[in-house]
């Protein structure tokens, strides 16, 4: 009989945290074009265009703070592979916005209720 993979919990909350994110986002103007995006090894969590400019979002959720805020944990490796991806997506993509930004939002969860934060321009590619 072959192995059962064990569920890893942060699925549910993690697709939570990514409905919210959008929902936010949309209220701000963000143009979602696409979720979950495998490129290069990498999933980014959304892609947007905001006006003329295409926003790479990564979104991070905490269910508490006792290990800090769900925007703490986009560190420098994190950010170089998400910039990676981003670039292999415009590449393949002929006429996409020649302007980009990385955001990220946190999540954090209130009582079973989301809060969002946003944060424009989090970090700069490394390439």
Known sequence: MPAQRARDPRG???RAAEEAACRTLRRLGYEILARNVRLAGVEIDV?????????????????????????????????????????????????????????????DWNEGRPLCTVVRDAFESPF
């Open 47 to 107: 892609i947007a265009l905001e006006g003329s400019v295409t926003v790479f979002v990564e979104v991070r959720s905490r269910s508490s703070r006792r290990q800090g805020s769900p925007l703490e944990t986009v560190g420098f490796r994190k950010q170089a592979r998400i910039a990676r991806a981003a670039s292999a997506y415009l590449a393949r993509r002929s006429g996409a916005a020649a302007r980009l930004r990385f955001d990220v939002v946190g999540v």
């Open 12 to 14: 549910p909350r993690g």
